[in-house]
């Protein structure tokens, strides 16, 4: 459309009267030089396709010639932690089943109770030959490794055992063949359990405690007439003091009077399921009280525990 009476079609030939105003001269003057530069530029490109310049080439790059991310880029890697679970119902019979399948039965005596038959890559411990710890029949037949009545060691492919002689009275001997009781230290995914079976003894000696170390996990009992173990003496809290565990799940004779003391003293939990999954993230800094098996949901009616959290 004529401004002032002229249009402006190139820097060199536009038409800018001088009667236009000022400000219009000005705009003129700048839409003549923006098409003029315009012009400039495709003139440039279309010469620059013409001649094939690398600069206007299209450029292709075949897979194998991708460019790859630096080779020392850290790769995040996700991992969980192992954990292994626990089974507890009655009695002094538990079981440990590692991250990898291995599972550990210590002092069977229901063999229906058992998370699932034994098998071959299954591993026996019996603590004593009293019929509340050792079932003759069950062990006679087990299709894996055992070990009964006797001081040693035991390996597979992803748990260490250690059996430790000691004593079911504090006035019997502590042998380590065909002794009265013994203690077993099973590791496992970085966890060390202990279950001390039907030990009487007032006090660990010397070297029991070096032998099994920093405990993460102790079946222990606290009320048991076989043991001259109860309330009064405190022998079963006494040998706790001494190893100091992170983890306390008592097992065979408990009453309301020695739960009632282990719950005043330490940190208590409950679990309604007779298994429980642990590894070494779980435990706490400090011992504490886990109560499994049958009698928890009684128990749980009187003392309302805290439910224990997979």
Known sequence: MPVCGATAIGINDAIIPSSCSLPIRR???????????????????LAACAQGSP???????????TPLLPTNTPTPQITSEPEVTVYYEDGAQVELVSSQGTRVMIDVTSPSKLSAPPTEKDILLVTHGHSDHYNAAFASSFPGQKLIFEAGELNADDVSIVCLASAHQEFLEI?????????????????????????????????????LGNIDVAFMQFANTASSMDLTNKKG???????????????????????????DIWNSYISLEPGIRLSPSMLPGETNLL??????????????????QN
């Open 237 to 263: 809290f006494n040998l706790m003091a001494q190893v100091n565990p992170k983890l306390i799940i008592p097992t065979q004779h408990i009453n309301l009077d020695t739960i009632a003391y282990a719950v």
């Open 175 to 211: 042998k380590p063949v065909g002794g009265s009781n013994y203690i077993f230290l099973v590791v496992m995914d970085g966890l060390r359990f202990a279950h001390f079976g039907g030990i009487g003894q007032e006090e660990l000696t010397p070297e029991q405690l070096e032998t």
């Open 55 to 65: 600069a206007t080439q299209a450029v292709s790059v075949s897979p194998s010639e």
């Open 291 to 308: 109560i499994m098996g049958f009698l928890a949901p009684s128990y749980q009616k009187v003392y309302n525990l805290t439910e224990w």
């Open 27 to 45: 705009t003129m003057f700048k839409h003549a030089l923006s098409t003029w530069i315009i012009a400039l530029l495709t003139a440039a490109v």
